[in-house]
């Protein structure tokens, strides 16, 4: 296959060179969303290896967006692009293009490139690149690295995954309790590189390093020289390095921060997580629930066929065996079936509605727990609230169904039946979307990844059982 007919996106017409001063106009769309005449320039500039050519579309890119062009190329034009970035630019498209990717482009990437992109990362960008590399590569870039890069990067690659020490950045912004604000300003200037690149507080520490408040950047700059950092310190809210980083987001969002110090379990001051940070987590953590609710874990352009079906086909394995069982009411209630044959044509409503509400209220659970917005002190109100709700859904929605059955079958008892077993069925849904999370998180597994499997399993248990129950009953 020839590299164009890899490009779908790729059209001829499109590829008339534009000035550089128009570039970035053609780059993005209104929605900052790369326009695809953009990307069919780059292609053609990377298929014909103009390594000139594509400098000048690169540099009309923010990094993040030079990320996102990444999932519109092929394996051999990334491998192109990257090779005319210089290690400042690589490190930041690095940090920020999609996991998938960033994989496959690590496995292709010699050593030397990725020792110097790490040399312009932060710590915590680059603890996040060394630990997608295999781990024969992994040794030798770390062998690569100057003594303290590689012995900071080990010391966060020790702590657990998805805990605030492995997400935190170690370079900090401290100074002695005794020392004024002009004092701290010059030891800033004097410090360079040495200074983390973004930062919003000064921590304020004793002699053994343990952060007694913070001044913000902004406090700082308003204060004269001589002006004691201890006189307009503000206290701190302290992250504990084994925190899980999704506790650590709730702290962050709960109290509008928008940094704060990592300590040891001595209190010593070891790094600091920013907002940027945070947000990456919340995102992710919001990623992971929504796709969790849907039994599903692969995500990205580049997800393989493989890791697709892996992913997907337990949970429906598992979804086709409640289903099953939920039919098997079916075959307890042959008879009423061949005796009332419009309980066939009404047993799908009642089912899927009651889904329907389930499916609501679980979503409604799940975000609440995530939130924390749902906990011990009140869950008997938010239960009780999701039951009644349920109840009077159930109830609007029987009186328009049983009245849709009247006018078509003109029927009281089987309007009367399909009402009933709605009513019923949304009040299973009420019950099972609001305590299966809450039962599966007291149990300390995640509400979101099996719930809606139970879910599902309830509502077309009851919907069928009630239905046909009630009908055995009623009509027969």
Not at 144 to 164: G, K, N
């Amino acid at each position: 296959m020839s590299r164009d007919a890899e490009h779908p996106l790729r059209d001829d017409a499109a590829l008339v060179p534009a000035p550089a001063e128009d570039l970035e106009d053609l780059a993005l769309g209104d929605d900052y969303a790369l326009n695809p005449d953009f990307v069919a320039l780059v292609v053609d500039a990377a298929d014909r290896g103009d390594a000139e050519r594509l400098r000048e579309l690169l540099a009309a890119l923010h990094p993040a967006d030079v990320a996102d062009l990444m999932g519109f190329l092929s394996a051999a034009d990334r491998e192109e692009v990257m090779a005319h970035l210089d290690p400042e630019a690589l490190a930041e498209i690095l940090a920020e293009i999609e996991p998938e990717i960033r994989e496959d482009l690590l496995e292709r990437m010699p050593s030397a490139t990725l020792v110097r992109a790490l040399g312009e990362m932060d710590s915590d960008d680059a603890v996040d690149l060394v630990e997608d590399l295999e781990a024969d590569k992994r040794a030798q870039v770390l062998a690569a690295l100057p003594d303290v890069d590689r012995a900071a990067i080990e010391t966060s690659l020790a702590y657990e995954d998805e805990t605030a020490g492995r997400l935190m950045q170690r370079e900090v912004a401290s100074a002695p309790q005794f020392w004024t604000v002009g004092q701290a300003l010059d030891h800033f200037l004097a410090s360079g590189e040495e200074m983390p690149e973004l930062f919003f507080d000064v921590y304020v520490v004793d002699p053994s390093h343990r952060p007694l408040g913070g001044v913000p950047v902004s406090r700082l700059l308003r204060h004269d020289r001589d002006t004691p950092l201890a006189r307009i310190m503000e206290p701190l809210t302290e992250i504990p390095v084994g925190m899980d980083q999704e506790e650590a987001a709730y702290i962050f969002n709960k109290y509008h921060l928008i940094s704060a110090p990592v300590v040891e379990p001595g209190g010593r001051l070891v790094g600091q997580l920013t907002v940027d940070d945070i947000v990456g987590v919340i995102r992710e953590e919001g990623e992971e629930d929504i796709l969790a609710l849907a039994g599903v874990s692969d995500v990205g352009r580049d997800a393989s066929l493989a890791g697709a079906v892996r992913s997907r086909l337990p949970w429906l394995v598992l979804n086709l065996g409640t289903a099953a069982l939920a039919s098997s009411v079916i075959g307890a209630f042959q008879g009423a079936i061949a005796q009332v044959i419009t309980l066939a044509i009404l047993m799908p409503i009642v089912s899927s509605l009651g889904g329907n509400a389930g499916t609501q209220t679980l979503a409604v659970a799940v975000r609440a727990l995530s939130s924390r917005e749902l906990n011990a002190a009140n869950s008997a109100r938010i239960i009780g609230r999701e039951v009644l709700t349920g109840l009077l859904n159930g109830t609007v929605l029987a009186l328009l169904m049983a009245g849709a059955v009247l006018v078509l079958f003109q029927d009281t008892r089987l309007a009367l039946t399909v009402a009933l077993a709605i009513v019923a069925n949304f009040l299973v849904a009420a019950l099972a979307g609001i305590s299966a999370p809450i039962i599966l998180d007291r149990l300390g597994r995640d509400p979101a990844v099996s719930s809606s499997v139970l879910v599902t399993f309830a509502t077309d248990f009851m919907g069928f059982l009630a239905l046909l129950g009630i009908a055995s009953l009623i009509l027969l």
